[in-house]
Every structure is written in structure tokens, then in C-alpha cells.
């Protein structure tokens, strides 16, 4: 399985079980793919996690939960390096980026209000 | 882009666009139908307008409070029995219903009048009752009825009453999802911030999104009791009305209609910097999830796994029962909003059922961004259907049973297909475990009914036969089973009681002596 086969499978994973990627505008998608997915990337490379806010702490949870769930569905996660973990972690982040954000057809992501 | 052209919609071009199949391979970047939009003047839509978005799905829930539409009585429809959101106050909010009773006469010299004797009388009429909510309608918006005015004028000369206008007639937007926004953004800009609420934990959340269906709300509360949670306020099912005035106190919002509600858990982020966090409460895998993130978040993650250890175990062979009953079916999965995700890859997981189409009747892009992710490959999706379309789907897609409103759901009856009521439940609530295993029964009950085998048949062409006798639902759901499951002492079918809230209302919970020395 090359890395594009393993991204989408993760990719599928947050798309049939996850909520957090789908907030309502551009701004907010975008920062909860980043703190959810950088929190998750420093769980699965064993990396101390911030937890200085009420926000971090709801990213962590997300996060938790995620990266528990690859741990036990993907085996070959187990047999990647922190650096490869690192890189396919961008990998999917850049490819949630893009099919909620970047890519979206969601004509409400760019409304300035809520 | 997967567009589906309906055969008959295709005197209105426009509808194309709100509909797509998911194909193989295909994304969101490439299937996403349109949506939230007007509906196409020729399309019979099954939408409710703001008004009925904003009293009827959002303000009537909270049950404290004297809801009174400013408008023709016609407007106040969608209350005696057509909702279920029930309250631990008798039902005050479903017993009565209140209205101006607008006329022609008051169209043309105005009713603020009218609406001041109103809601005096009806303050008087029920003396216990202190808290109202006054709903702008289409008439009363029209003709420039001051509603703010007469209700300042009203807490001007009765201090002990506390009024919250909702100015969401029915024409503001193009369905009842308009009334959703603007009723959030109404009571978080008049009343969130008004009552500063007693802290009694550490660990203090408000639900939003939540609207009491069947009880669902008493079913969460009972988790979040035993997790020693305060829930500050419920938005707004069995919420009450001053509760609901500080929300601005709660440490964390915890979100499940992000449709109806999100608005306003973005606005106290915004403003008073609480989180959101999202939940699906429908489901085992999923509610497990919820509460473990819940507890986490708080440092409590050992209370919440509890829970789930205790209901899984208790729960689990009763849901194993049906699912081996109910794989393969397929199901139309047709909500207004919410539903459409929050079911669309539980029930498959966990009931077994194929989900061959989504619809929503009021959903935005991002609802169906939701759906379509979570449904199965070569679903149909389609966005604000009308009637004719749902037939059609219907009749091209073969569903064993659908989940939808009732509307489309006595139609879907006609053609011979089984419903199930997706707003207000059959024999809910559908929440929690034990709720989870009550649809998936009901789920079975719909399709394996006799009485619906006996109308599959057509007296007019199909022959009938003469050798078979009655036929129960064992007989018809075993027929094809194997005897490892038909005779398992493990899984058996639902045990629990006909009302399965009556023990919740007298149950004593746990008290956590460190989190009262912390509670701020």
C-alpha cells in the first residue's frame, strides 16, 4: 500500500466517525484541522501535548480518540518511524485541508458571520 | 459533478443541482448537492418556514415559559400532539399553546393591542408561569408590530415577569433553518449573561442542541448525573428559561443538532471563550465516544468508561438480537437536518442496515457534507425533495423502510413501504443504550410487521396464496437464519420497560465530595 492509499484510508476513518472537521466557516475548519490533527501527530510520536487552554484540552480529546482508533485499525502505523508518522500525519492533514476547506463545494464556508 | 436528474422534475431544470449520487471513488470536492437555498416555485417542498424553525423546533422545548405566537391562530398548528418534546413540568409547554388570534381587522389598525391585553391575560391565566416567549409571525411582522416595545412596556408594569421576543417570521429565510439562526442569536443576545447560575461542580456544561424527543434529554442527563456533570442548561429540551439566561457560565458547550444549534455554541466561543464539542449520542460506539471525550476533557474519563462498561454489557446482546435480524436491509435515511448524519454510518455499523439514500429537508451544504461522507458508496442524496421526487426515489431504489417525518412518511405508506417517525420517534426515546435498542426495534417491528407482508400483496394482479396460515414476525425475520442465532441464549430481543424513563425521576446519584471543594 503506498502512502496515498494509507492517507485515504485515514481520511475515510475521520470522514465516517468524526465531527470535528466540519465546522460551519473557512476559519474555524481550519483551526480545527490543525489543532485536532497536530495534537494527534504528537500522540501517536509520543510527544508531550499542550494542554495550557479549555480549547487545546477539546482539540485533545478529539485527538485522543482519533489517534487511538488508528493505533488499533492500522497496523502498519505501528511499523512507521516518528519521522514517517510525522509525514503521512502532514499528508492528511493537507488532504483534510483540501476536501473541507480548499476543495469544499460548501458555498457557506466564506460567510463573515455565523 | 454525479447530478441525478429526477425524470419528474425535469420540467424545473434547477433541481438537478440538489441532487448527486456518491460514485465510486468520488469525494466532496466532486458530489455535493446544492442547498439552503429558496425552494423552486413548482417544487411541492416538505419544508416548515423560520417561524416554525424558530417556536416550534427551538423556543416551545423550553418548558417554563408561555409561548405566544403574535399572529393568525393558524400559525400555532405544529403543537398539540405533533411534537414530543417532553418536559418534567407536566407538559406545561405541550398541554398549552398560545396566540393572539390575529384578524383582518387588526391587519389594518394593528395589534399591539391586542397583543399587550394578550399576553396580560395570559400571565393572569397561569399565575405560576412568570417567563414568556412572543413569536413574530408573517402577519405581525408585515404590518410593523413593535413587539420589543410592548414587551418592555409589559416588564415595565410587572417587574416579576421577564419576556424574550423571537422576531423570526416565516418568510425569513428559506426554510425553517432561518428560524433556527435567528432565534440562537436572539436569546444569546438578549437573555445569555441576564442570571448568574449557582455552580455546584468543577465539571459544568451546557447541552446544546438537545430537544427532549421522547425523553432523550432525562437519558443524557442520567449519564451526565452519574459523572457528577452539572449541566448548567439544556438548549432546549426540558430547558428551563433562567437556566438557559447563563449559559455564559458553563466550562464547555457539548453540541448534537450542530444544525439547529451551533449558532449559538460559535457565538459563547466567540464572545465568553467556552468550547464546542460535538457529539453523537445516537449509537453505542458513538455515545461512548461522546461521554468518553466529555470525561476527558474534564479529567473524569474513569466516571464516564464506567458507564459505558456497565450499559454495553447490559445492552449489547439485545442489539446484536436485531442487527442479525436487520443486515442487509435497505433504508432511506430522510430527516430534516441533523439526522441524516448523526445516523447515516451508526445505523450500518450497528444495526446492520444498508443506507441506499439521504435526504434533508432544511439541511445547509454542510449537513449534506456530513451525510454524504458517513453514507455508503451509490447512495442518492438530495437536497429540499419535493413529494413526486421521493416517490420516484422510492420506486428506483426498493427501500425495506425509511426514516423520515410523517408527512412523507404516510406517503411512503401508500406505496407499500414501512416509516419510521425520524423527529418525534415511534417508542422512543432513541438515545442512550437501552434508547438505541428501543429503534432498533421499532426498526424491526416496521419491516418484519405482518400486517405490512399482507399489504405488499395487490388483491387487483397478485395471486394470493391459499396455502400459508399466519405468519409472525419470528417466522419471517428467522426464515433465513441459522440456528446459531435463532436459538442463542446470548441475544435475545428488547427486555426493557414500556416506560423506560419512569425510574430516572426518583434515582439518587452519586456525590463526589472532592468536586463540591472545587466547584467555581
Redesign the interface.
Known amino acids: 500500500m503506498d502512502m496515498k492509499e494509507k492517507i485515504e484510508q485515514l481520511v475515510d476513518y475521520i470522514?465516517?466517525?468524526c465531527?470535528?472537521q466540519?465546522?460551519?466557516?473557512a476559519w474555524?475548519r481550519k483551526d480545527q484541522n490543525a489543532g485536532v490533527l497536530t495534537k494527534a501527530t504528537q500522540i501517536l510520536c509520543g510527544e508531550a501535548v499542550e494542554l495550557e487552554t479549555?480549547?487545546d484540552?477539546?482539540f485533545?480529546?478529539?485527538a485522543?480518540?482519533l489517534a487511538e482508533a488508528y493505533k488499533s485499525r492500522y497496523p502498519w502505523l505501528a511499523a512507521m518511524s516518528k519521522e514517517e508518522i510525522k509525514q503521512i500525519m502532514q499528508g492528511l492533514h493537507e488532504r483534510m485541508d483540501?476536501?473541507?476547506i480548499t476543495?469544499?463545494?460548501?458555498?457557506?464556508l466564506t460567510d463573515q458571520h455565523? | 459533478m454525479p447530478y441525478h436528474e429526477f425524470e419528474c422534475s425535469k420540467c424545473i431544470p434547477e433541481r438537478k443541482k440538489h441532487a448527486v449520487i456518491k460514485g465510486p471513488g468520488e469525494?466532496?470536492?466532486s458530489a455535493?448537492p446544492?442547498g439552503?437555498l429558496s425552494t423552486i416555485p413548482g417544487s411541492i417542498s416538505e419544508r416548515g418556514c423560520a417561524y416554525c424553525g424558530a417556536k416550534h423546533v427551538i423556543g416551545t422545548p423550553m418548558k417554563d415559559v408561555i409561548h405566544l405566537s403574535h399572529g393568525p391562530i393558524g400559525c400555532t398548528y405544529d403543537t398539540w400532539q405533533t411534537k414530543r418534546y417532553i418536559s418534567d413540568n407536566d407538559n406545561f409547554q405541550i398541554k398549552n399553546t398560545f396566540a393572539t388570534d390575529m384578524k383582518e381587522k387588526h391587519i389594518i389598525f394593528g395589534a399591539e393591542k391586542l397583543l399587550k391585553q394578550t399576553i396580560i391575560e395570559a400571565f393572569k391565566a397561569f399565575p405560576a408561569i412568570k417567563r414568556m416567549s412572543i413569536y413574530q409571525t408573517c402577519a405581525s411582522a408585515l404590518i410593523g408590530d413593535d413587539i420589543n416595545a410592548i414587551a418592555a412596556e409589559v416588564m415595565e408594569e410587572m417587574p416579576e415577569v421577564d419576556i424574550f421576543v423571537c422576531n423570526s417570521p416565516g418568510f425569513a429565510g428559506p426554510s425553517q433553518s432561518g428560524g433556527h439562526h435567528k432565534i440562537n442569536?436572539a436569546w444569546l443576545n438578549q437573555k445569555v449573561g441576564t442570571v448568574e447560575p449557582k455552580i455546584t461542580s468543577p465539571y459544568v456544561i451546557n447541552y446544546v442542541g438537545e430537544y427532549n424527543i421522547q425523553g432523550d434529554q432525562h437519558v443524557m442527563m442520567d449519564y451526565f448525573k452519574r459523572m457528577g456533570i452539572q449541566v448548567l442548561s439544556t438548549f432546549t429540551g426540558n430547558g428551563s428559561y433562567d437556566e438557559l439566561r447563563g449559559m455564559h457560565r458553563a466550562?464547555?458547550n457539548v453540541l448534537e443538532c450542530?444544525r439547529s444549534a451551533?449558532?449559538i455554541c460559535?457565538?459563547l466561543k466567540?464572545r465568553y471563550?467556552?468550547?464546542?464539542?460535538?457529539?453523537?449520542a445516537f449509537g453505542f460506539t458513538?455515545l461512548a465516544?461522546g461521554l468518553?471525550?466529555?470525561g476527558?476533557?474534564f479529567g473524569i474519563e474513569d466516571r464516564a468508561q464506567a458507564i459505558i462498561d456497565e450499559e454495553t454489557a447490559r445492552w449489547k446482546p439485545e442489539l446484536d438480537w436485531y442487527k442479525e435480524r436487520l443486515r442487509g436491509k435497505k433504508v432511506c435515511l430522510w430527516p430534516g437536518g441533523s439526522k441524516l448524519?448523526h445516523w447515516a454510518?451508526v445505523v450500518h455499523e450497528e444495526f446492520g442496515v444498508d443506507v441506499v439514500s439521504v435526504y434533508t429537508k432544511f439541511g445547509?451544504?454542510?449537513d449534506m457534507?456530513?451525510g454524504i461522507?458517513?453514507c455508503q458508496e451509490g447512495a442518492l442524496a438530495i437536497d429540499d425533495p419535493n413529494e413526486l421526487e421521493g416517490l420516484e426515489a422510492m420506486d428506483m431504489l426498493k427501500p425495506d423502510i425509511i426514516f423520515t417525518g410523517k408527512r412523507p412518511g404516510e406517503v411512503a405508506k401508500k406505496v407499500r413501504v414501512p416509516y419510521l417517525n425520524a423527529h418525534a420517534y415511534h417508542n422512543g426515546p432513541w438515545k442512550g443504550w437501552e434508547g438505541w435498542v428501543r429503534f432498533a426495534r421499532d426498526i424491526y417491528n416496521g419491516i418484519y410487521s405482518p400486517i405490512h407482508q399482507l399489504a405488499l400483496l395487490d388483491i387487483s394482479k397478485d395471486e394470493i396464496p391459499t396455502d400459508k396460515g399466519f405468519e409472525t414476525q419470528r417466522m419471517l425475520s428467522d426464515r433465513d437464519l441459522s440456528e446459531d442465532i435463532t436459538a442463542s441464549t446470548v441475544l435475545h430481543q428488547y427486555s426493557g420497560k414500556y416506560d423506560c424513563l419512569a425510574e430516572l425521576s426518583g434515582k439518587t446519584y452519586p456525590r463526589f465530595e472532592t468536586d463540591l471543594a472545587h466547584a467555581v
Open positions: 470522514m465516517k466517525n465531527l470535528w466540519f465546522h460551519s466557516r474555524d479549555p480549547t484540552r477539546c485533545w480529546v478529539d485522543v480518540c483540501y476536501l473541507t476543495g469544499s463545494l460548501n458555498l457557506e455565523y | 469525494d466532496l470536492t455535493l446544492q439552503y442569536i466550562h464547555l450542530a451551533e449558532y460559535n457565538e466567540k471563550g467556552i468550547p464546542r464539542l460535538d457529539i453523537d458513538t465516544e468518553r471525550k466529555i476527558m476533557f448524519w454510518n445547509h451544504q454542510g457534507e456530513k461522507s458517513r
